[in-house]
């Protein structure tokens, strides 16, 4: 038995928990054989992956499908269907699509690929182990079939058969977390085991986040690198800190046993609270000693303003306010979009430098020389706000593409040129 997963466009992505915080995946896209062996520190959670040394062991990256998935077989039970089995026909191009993997040739080999290797990793673990079970052995997937038409040989999608153990898991409403669309954006391996991580310790624990040493990190994640080269991406990203809806902050990172703190964004008290931990983190990370705060300490009456010189402050400042249409153009070199740029703050948060791969960012410079990048990034950040379905999977190379166009058309206009 089998169901077709409808696309929707609009399903919130979802996670299962238990493979959020342990290490379930390599985070290389070199071919791992290596096996994962993990402990928890007091001695009651074990997980062991194996891999086949002709596919190598399944990736971090692998798991988006996983998480697609998921997050389909959650949005169908909670509108009520209840005839669902682990043997589900999708089609393979508006998988890609809401992946961020593309529809090019290289896409769906790239599928072909994740596929394999779901289904020859080899996962052994006590986690939901019960008075009859002491460990369950499995595989992410049991198998999958590319379906043609008979006459005319052209595609009818997959069917994809999940293993119980994952199957039963999802269907569990209790077991399942809500993550970001934006986690298909993270390009690095470590990143994507970071953002699962955080979103599984610190989701529940309000502004107090959670905090974790890293040698704890390093055992959870599963990373073949050392520690001191594992601490050293840690410290990248944090002082990064571009993970959607986490805010990281390093705690003595020049001691021999630094620690990690994760806060959800929307748990932060406003923009000033989440201003403050960004720039902690980015900091502390960096090994640099905070300069004590001069400002004066507020005194009672400070808490009280002149009602008439706010009134007119009020006033001053909505009148230069304007209404701007949101673009709908596909194109993200039309006008509109760079007006919808001029008006509203770019969300990806971070400078150009800060946000594109280092390598991308000198080959823009290079090619497109005169352009001010940061501002063209918010009018290709608006065009993605308004055209969710073009979210790259790099993001970088998409905006290169974009910079090399916008060069070409435009550099007539640039002074002296």
Known sequence: MFFTLPDFSDVSLRDYQETMQRPFFSLSKKRRIKPI????????VTVHVSANPE??????????IMIYLASHLNEL?????????PTIR?????????????????AYERLIGALDRLQATTIKTNIRANS???????????????LVDERTQRSL???????KWFFDGVMDKRNVLAISPLYFEITSGLGKWLYRASRKHAGGNGAEGFTIGFETLHQKSGSESSLPSFKNKILELARGNTLPEIDLEVIGAETPRPKLKMVMRRFLEGAGRSTEVVAKATTKAAGANPRPSSAPKSSPDDDFVDMKLTRNL????????????PATSTDPHHPSYAAVAAAAPRVRGGRAKDVLDPEVYDAIRAECPGWDLDVLMKQFDAFLNSNPSEMPRNYSKRFQGFMKKHHERN???????
Not at 59 to 64: G, Y
Request: hydrophobic residues 30%.
């Open 37 to 44: 062996e993990y402990v928890s520190p007091d001695k009651t």
């Open 55 to 64: 596919y190598g062991m399944a990736t971090i990256w692998d798991a988006d």
């Open 77 to 85: 039970r909670e509108r009520g269907d209840n005839d669902l089995s």
């Open 90 to 106: 999708v089609q393979p191009g508006d998988m890609l699509k809401r992946i961020c993997w593309g529809n090019s040739g290289r």
């Open 132 to 146: 009859r079970t002491r460990e369950t052995t499995f595989s992410w997937i049991d198998s999958y079939t590319h």
């Open 157 to 163: 999608g997959m069917e994809i058969t999940l293993s």
């Open 314 to 325: 009020l006033a001053r400042a909505t009148a230069s306010l304007k209404a701007v249409e």
């Open 411 to 417: 550099k007539h206009d640039l002074p002296g040129y």
